[in-house]
């Protein structure tokens, strides 16, 4: 009798121990009394009744991500690809993820399908390729909405890869080198222009210096001549006055004269006008002339 009742207060023991349950971080049960919904646990030390309540459900209250495969689109201009997406969600009601809908992950990937292929079908190739951000955004807002009664929240959507065919690729890859090509003649052609513009700037600077080097050089040169030609003057303005000063005679001042005139003829004059004070001169030279030789002859 002693060991029955031994033995079931093992078992009561062991049946309450194997009915406390600790609930981890980030994660919530469900419990359901007699087969509905009687609570949700959350973080902590819990007891449930034996054969009464039962976990129902656990749940991960973690942000989640889903990487689904790629789905078949088709964009306004009729081509055809590949686009895979990645949702981020997290678990806000561990009630209605448990009861709001059946395969909660497989409805949202159809979900996240269909809406993929709305949003697509009113975008032409190049805009699909240009507003990865404009689809994120807006898949984001229909699938937040659309899973809110399931107890989910939908935090970022995005467009993992689009895969346009390859006869599309091709010809992309062609537009591209093109670009990058006319973008090349494009720089090559600035940099020569630039190029011919600073030669062209080089030679006008030395065009300019070497002019104005030329306007020194004859501004110099004339400021020369126009001193020299003052000096001349000046020394001859000063023989004027010391002649002046001196009083010469007449005399003096015609054989002066001549030799002026002589200069002036330097032999290369046809037709010579002697002045009257000249020829007077000459005449008196001449007598002086014969005086002398007479002189001479008497010596002799």
């Not at 015609?254 to 004059?269: M, N, P, Q, V, Y």
């Amino acid at each position: 009798m002693i060991i029955a009742l031994l033995i079931i207060l093992i078992l009561v023991f062991l049946i309450l121990i194997s009915n406390i349950k600790i609930v981890p971080q980030a994660h919530s049960y469900i419990i359901e009394r007699f087969g509905g919904y009687h609570a949700s646990w959350g973080v902590g030390l819990h007891v449930k009744i034996p054969f009464v309540d039962k976990i129902a459900k656990k749940v991960n209250l973690k942000e989640h991500v889903a990487d689904f495969p790629p789905q078949a689109v088709i964009t306004k201009d009729n081509v055809t690809m590949q686009i895979d997406t990645v949702v981020y969600y997290q678990i806000t009601d561990p009630k209605l993820f448990a009861y709001g809908v059946e395969r909660p992950m497989l409805a949202m990937e159809n979900l996240t399908a269909t809406t993929l292929r709305n949003i697509i079908g009113d975008l032409e190739l190049d805009e699909t390729l240009t507003s990865r951000d404009t689809v994120n955004t807006k898949m984001r807002a229909i699938l937040d909405e659309a899973t809110d009664p399931w107890g989910i929240k939908i935090n970022r959507v995005e467009l993992k890869n689009i895969m346009p065919p390859k006869e599309i690729q091709d010809a992309m890859e062609r537009q591209m080198k093109a670009e990058r090509e006319r973008r090349e003649s494009i720089l090559r052609a600035e940099g020569e222009k630039k190029s011919a513009i600073l030669r062209a700037e080089g030679e006008k600077e030395s065009a300019i210096l070497r002019a104005e080097a030329k306007k020194q050089a004859a501004i110099k040169e004339a400021e020369g001549q126009a001193e020299a030609i003052i000096t001349v003057r000046s020394a001859v303005a000063e023989g004027i006055r010391k002649i002046n000063e001196a009083n010469p005679s007449q005399a003096y001042l015609t054989i002066k004269s001549l030799e002026s005139f002589e200069k002036a003829a330097d032999g290369k004059a046809t037709k010579i006008i002697i002045p009257s004070e000249i020829q007077g001169v000459a005449g008196l030279a001449a007598s002086l002339k014969g005086v002398l030789e007479k002189d001479e002859t008497k010596i002799k």
